[in-house]
């Protein structure tokens, strides 16, 4: 079946210890999202590719930077997490823009606790 | 702008009764309406979305939603629901040249048995 995986499920790092989540695609769509998502809150946007377009969210810190290789992966780093970094990752695809009519498909997300 | 409230930020139901959880939408353009479910350390899963046409719409499931544009509003129904339904559900909202998802702050709904 076509999807959307996160690797890994769960994520341990230090205070200050880079890391990297992966996410990759079989839909072959052009846009790809990533969010975080706290406790019992909604997914906040950190930012988007549009095929090799990046779009940053406003306020998303600098701390956040994202690669995108090719149409299938793409990756979150974090350069320097701190505590409160820790929170649920979603990848989410979308085919195309459309005027937002494109609904979302999401991965099932890494969990991301900080030591 | 816009926005999205869900009224409840809590529902518990027995199992089999029926449960409703309501979404209001602020938008000043035509807007596209999508209901997600997340079920615990899971994605986000579409249940329906609204883009045109006929103001009810089925989704997966067994749920429904009615798009009602006097009252902004696109409230979740289903008419007997399980303990599997047991979730966190949110609506969103998008269009017009936002094309990205505004989500509002969920809905859990707790099936009892």
């Known amino acids: 079946d076509a999807m959307v995986i996160q690797n890994p499920r769960y994520q341990v790092t230090q205070f200050g210890k880079p890391v990297t989540l992966s996410c990759s695609q079989t839909l072959n769509h052009n846009v790809m999202y990533w969010y975080q998502q706290k406790s019992s809150q909604a997914p906040k946007l950190l930012f988007h590719?549009?095929?090799?377009?990046?779009?940053n969210e406003a306020d998303t810190p600098d701390n956040f930077q994202s690669r995108r290789p090719n149409t299938s992966f793409c990756f979150l780093d974090i350069r320097s997490p701190g505590l409160g970094d820790a929170a649920m990752y979603l990848c989410?695809?979308?085919?195309?823009?459309?005027?937002?009519?494109?609904?979302?498909?999401f991965g099932d997300g890494t969990r991301l606790s900080i030591l | 702008a816009q926005s999205v409230t869900q009224l409840d930020s809590q529902v518990p139901v027995f199992e089999e009764a029926p449960v409703e959880l309501r979404c209001n939408y602020s938008s000043s353009v035509s807007v596209y309406l999508f209901w997600y479910v997340q079920y615990p350390n899971q994605g986000l899963q579409l249940l329906l979305k609204y883009l045109s046409g006929s103001t009810l719409v089925k989704g997966i499931n067994g749920f429904e939603a009615e798009f009602n544009k006097s009252q902004t509003s696109f409230h979740l129904r289903k008419p007997s629901v399980h303990i599997s339904d047991t979730a966190e559900y949110f609506c969103a909202v998008s269009g017009g040249s936002n094309y990205k998802l505004t989500f509002g702050k969920g809905t859990l709904l707790t099936v009892n048995p």
């Open positions: 989410a695809t979308s085919r195309d823009w459309q005027g937002g009519s494109q609904p979302q498909h």
């Open positions: 590719y549009y095929d090799k377009d990046f779009n």
